[in-house]
């Protein structure tokens, strides 16, 4: 799955995730207990499958968060849906 990131000092920035869920926060253990990301949403494909999520800096509401994603049209690019992730 591909990491995107909104907001904070990697935005619009992209990785690849080599697990089968997406961790909470990002980076997951930073051993000084503040997360620099929060899991805000993912992309589900019709099959089921994660084939994105979308990190963003925990001071973004999640309306700007959304319409940042939106005009990246992250949904578009990985054939996806997106769903918000509860907290």
């Known amino acids: 799955m591909r990491?995107?990131?909104i907001g904070g000092s990697v935005?619009?920035?992209e990785l690849d995730l080599d697990t089968d869920r997406?961790?909470?926060h990002y980076p997951e253990n930073t051993g000084g207990g503040l997360?620099?990301?929060r899991l805000h949403h993912i992309g589900v494909?019709?099959?089921g499958d994660v084939a994105y999520?979308?990190?963003a800096a925990p001071d973004l509401a999640d309306e700007?968060?959304?319409t940042i994603s939106d005009e990246r049209n992250y949904p578009r690019r990985f054939h996806a849906t997106p769903a918000?992730?509860?907290r």
């Open 84 to 86: 918000l992730v509860a």
């Open 64 to 66: 700007v968060v959304s």
């Open 22 to 24: 997406p961790p909470l």
């Open 35 to 37: 997360a620099r990301y």
């Open 45 to 47: 494909r019709d099959e």
């Open 3 to 5: 990491a995107l990131f």
């Open 11 to 13: 935005d619009n920035s």
């Open 53 to 55: 999520v979308v990190y």
